[in-house]
């Protein structure tokens, strides 16, 4: 089974600070498809997201969020993820997951993997951050039709519409998720999605996030 939840920071409640309750509605929704990807698995998760320098990391590491100006509470002297894999961690303990977990950074590349051997992939990523004009990037109009396509692709379960998504104006849109997502197309290929749902879809910062899962 295959997770989407966002990779924003403004999840972890201790990093939203006063407005987590605003973002309440959406933090749910990423632990609830988190805690199905966890029922429906029987192996280690896989938490994959973008990031600038890719590679992989064993369960030795764990989120961490003081870039951020938060400190961990408990201390936890566990070496810390990049942010984006530390938002899956974080969600997977939310979610009460107490099996392996592996986390995986990749970067435009897709990459083709025996579907099989997975049973759990948790895929963080954001849309474009350049919704309206208070967006991080500021408004540009393809923004939202960008992201209308993305919520229909995972909405409908295609792995191949999400392999092939447009990099270039991806990173114009300043959208984080591509990566990741073109990462899982072609991890899945032409696998039948047997069920394919979208939770969530919004923007409430200028920002698009995604919730959803596929079932195989």
Do not use: N, Q
Not at 29 to 56: F, H, L, N, Q, R
Not at 97 to 120: K, Q
Not at 132 to 146: N, Y
């Amino acid at each position: 089974m295959v997770g989407f939840v966002p990779s924003a920071p403004l999840l972890v409640s201790d990093v939203a600070g006063g407005s987590a309750p605003v973002d309440d509605e959406l933090r749910d929704a990423a632990i609830d498809v988190v805690g199905k990807v966890c029922a429906a698995t029987s192996g280690d998760v896989i938490v994959a997201a973008g990031w600038s320098a890719p590679g992989e990391w064993a369960g030795d590491h764990t989120w961490g969020f003081e870039g951020f100006g938060v400190r961990r509470r408990p201390v936890d002297d566990r070496p810390r993820l990049p942010w984006p894999l530390g938002i899956g961690d974080w969600l997977l303990d939310r979610a009460g997951w107490t099996g392996g977990r592996h986390y995986l950074a990749v970067e435009r590349a897709t990459t083709t993997a025996d579907l099989e051997a997975i049973t759990g992939v948790l895929v963080a990523g954001d849309g474009t951050a350049r919704r309206t004009e208070k967006a991080p990037g500021h408004l540009d109009v393809r923004a939202e039709p960008f992201d209308v396509e993305i919520a229909r692709l995972i909405a409908v379960g295609d792995a191949v519409g999400l392999a092939t998504l447009d990099v270039e104006l991806a990173e114009e849109l300043m959208c984080g998720g591509a990566t990741v997502w073109r990462w899982l197309g072609g991890l899945v290929g032409s696998a039948p999605v047997r069920r394919a749902e979208l939770v969530s879809h919004t923007a409430p910062y200028g920002v698009a996030y995604f919730v959803g899962s596929w079932t195989f």
